[in-house]
């Protein structure tokens, strides 16, 4: 019915008339269409990065659409989209200074980086409406139009839910998550195009019921197979009654000014100025209405006595709001652009919890001093086919700081990444209820990176059939802090110390494709960090028009297997990833059959998920005590309408 509806909002779309431009364009009989509808990041406006963007129409990996597969499973989740996610490898925060530490949510809303600012001759409505197994659905709709000539609105609607997987009770539908996310975009530009302003507000709500995954604690934690091979009726959650919510409000503000009269003539040197605004406000509550019956199957350590908390419930919340603003200038001088800004940040952030002792409401706030922070970024041509790219941040005064250098040339790219930043308040302070501790003492860590990497090379025997290129990585990490088994955060006494390498394959004869990467790591320090020994992504497909030239798509499979580890667990109250030394995840191939096809204007999927399972085994496990995707039949539409 959402999707009828919808359909039903473009076309009064198509016939709705937008201003003088659109009516004269129908005039003259312009056919509406990606190349009539283009869009802009607030960063390519950022980096001065004049190329236009258009709509998107490739089909190629629409059936990728869940975190795990859209990062080339190098994440991990709780098994259904929607959950707690979060990177296997490791990354290092692009913020530094205060930030919060509640990220594992944070995918599955529009970022700031995503949202699309449209310049469209006619009003554009992009419908995007998946229906997975087990009762997933995710709807997204974007409508824009342009207001006049130089200036343009959007709104934005996304929609998505999941049900449990095994363990429901009677009812049809048992939900298991729900997301919803709202937001309006604006775009302005100035007749000479000397003034750029880009606007938007999104909010965004996500309730999990918690269940904690499958209770595994009379099991025996000699591998995940001991789990899977149980039966539905065996099985039961490890909590009932427990909500995670989070409410986040960003809004945000760029603008810039063009010193030069004419801005729409390239010339040897060019000074911008720009401003930018962001406010954030993010709410985490979490609550256990059954505390008395979740001990027995879930906590394994409380600091106080249960039964004082018989028929109670428990919560935690936390109220978070940062303010940014930067300001600066930034241009061209020859080949050479620059950027140089300075930035203040303002904090507010209190707890409320259920107070153990006197089972009172109670409220802790935590005084954070204003932030400033000085930065810069240069691009730098060295010599024909070698470039130089460098930028950096400073808190002021010297604290946490960011630099990063990229060396380019027509073989290979390199990259030296340091990063020097606080733990997070998370990391450093949780009050009341579950887990209680302040880390004042947590020293500041210490990341650095290096990355290598090549473009596709041709295999000179066979280069028009084949071609690789390689990668390679080393991380090294101090003082790194981590939440250990029991979810309590940890900071290392010794360095973690991460290599990766690997390779790219692609090969083609007429219409059959094959893409492959493999990828080897291993943590040479303290074991805290666990990362799979070899990954392998494999994809194998056809691509032609089919149904005698009438329908253009691709037709294949899609294979991934890690080696068995010990992945992190997830830990509910915290809303974080911990150790685990109990059980073995991944280890499992995983195969997927997928046609990707389009048609007019609309890009489709059709996908069957995990095709191996009960012939490599029954379940698997990228997280422990959840199971993974299981096998399903999913379906995906993409719907553009341009007029």
Do not use: C
Request: proline residues 4%; positive net charge; charged residues 20%.
């Amino acid at each position: 019915m959402a999707v009828f509806l919808l359909a039903i909002f473009g076309a009064w779309a198509q016939d709705t008339p937008n201003n003088s431009k659109t009516s004269l364009a129908k005039k003259d009989s312009i056919r509406y269409g990606p190349n009539t509808t283009r869009y802009y990041y607030w960063h390519t406006l950022y980096n001065n990065i004049t190329d236009t963007l258009y709509i998107d129409t490739t089909y190629a990996n629409r059936h990728r659409y869940n975190m795990v597969q859209r990062n080339g499973n190098t994440w991990q989740d709780l098994g259904i989209f929607g959950t707690a996610t979060q990177p296997i490898f490791y990354r290092e925060p692009e913020q530094i200074g205060t930030r919060l530490g509640y990220n594992s949510l944070a995918p599955y809303r529009l970022q700031r980086d995503e949202v699309r600012y449209f310049d469209s001759y006619s009003p554009f409505t992009d419908l995007d409406y998946i229906q997975g197994g087990k009762g997933r659905t995710r709807l997204r709709v974007t409508h824009a139009r342009s207001i006049t000539p130089d200036a343009s609105a959007a709104i934005f609607f996304q929609r998505q839910e999941s049900n449990k997987i095994l363990g429901r009770n009677s009812r049809r539908n048992d939900p298991l998550l729900s997301i919803q996310n709202y937001g309006a975009i604006t775009r302005f530009f100035s007749k000479d195009l000397r003034y750029k302003l880009l606007a938007h507000f999104l909010y965004s709500e996500h309730a999990v019921q918690e269940n904690g995954g499958y209770n595994t604690d009379e099991l025996s934690p000699a591998n995940s197979e001991t789990l899977a091979n149980l039966s539905p009726q065996e099985l039961a959650y490890s909590l009932e009654e427990v909500v995670s919510r989070e409410k986040v409000r960003t809004f945000h503000l760029y603008q810039q000014f063009d010193l030069k009269k004419d801005s729409t003539q390239p010339a040897k040197l060019t000074i911008q100025l720009f401003h930018q605004l962001e406010w954030l406000r993010q709410i985490n509550e979490y609550t256990d209405e059954n505390l008395a019956g979740n001990v027995a199957t879930f906590y394994r350590r409380l600091p106080f006595d249960i039964n004082r908390f018989r028929g109670k419930k428990l919560t935690y919340l936390t109220d978070y709001q940062q303010l940014d603003n930067r300001a600066g200038i930034k241009g061209q001088w020859n080949a050479l652009r620059y950027r140089a800004y300075l930035r203040s940040r303002l904090y507010g952030f209190e707890a409320n919890y259920t107070d153990v002792s006197t089972l009172a409401d109670s409220i802790e706030r935590v005084n954070i001093a204003p932030e400033w922070f000085a930065g810069f970024a240069a691009n730098i041509p060295v010599y024909r086919h070698h470039k130089l790219e460098a930028e950096g941040e400073l808190q002021l005064p010297m604290r946490d700081y960011r630099t990063k250098l990229v060396y380019i040339n027509k073989w290979f790219r390199g990259t030296w990444l340091r990063t020097v930043f606080s733990p997070d308040l998370t990391q450093r302070h949780v009050f009341g209820s579950f887990f209680k501790w302040n880390n004042a003492d947590f020293s500041r860590i210490v990341s650095d990176r290096l990355n290598y990497e090549t473009d596709f090379i041709p295999v000179s025997f066979i280069k028009k059939y084949l071609s690789f290129s390689r990668f390679a990585g080393f991380e090294n990490i101090q003082n790194m802090v981590y939440y250990d088994t029991a979810g309590i955060a940890r900071q290392t006494t010794e360095g973690v110390r991460i290599l990766h390498a690997g390779m790219h394959l692609r090969a083609r004869w007429n219409y059959l494709q094959w893409l492959t990467q493999i990828m080897y790591s291993y943590n040479m320090g303290e074991d805290v960090f666990r990362v799979p020994s070899l990954l392998i992504n494999s994809q194998l497909f056809v691509q032609k028009k089919f149904f005698r030239d009438e329908l253009d798509g691709q037709f294949g499979v899609d294979f991934h297997w890690k080696s068995a580890f010990y992945a992190n667990a997830f830990m509910p109250p915290t809303q974080q990833f911990i150790l685990n030394d109990r059980y073995l995840t991944d280890g499992f191939p995983v195969l997927d059959l997928f046609f990707n096809f389009k048609i007019s204007k609309a890009l489709l999927f059709v996908k069957v998920t995990n095709l191996l399972q009960d012939i490599a085994g029954k379940a698997y496990f990228n997280t422990p005590r959840y199971y993974a995707q299981p096998r399903s039949l999913e379906l995906g539409i993409n719907w553009l309408f341009f007029d």
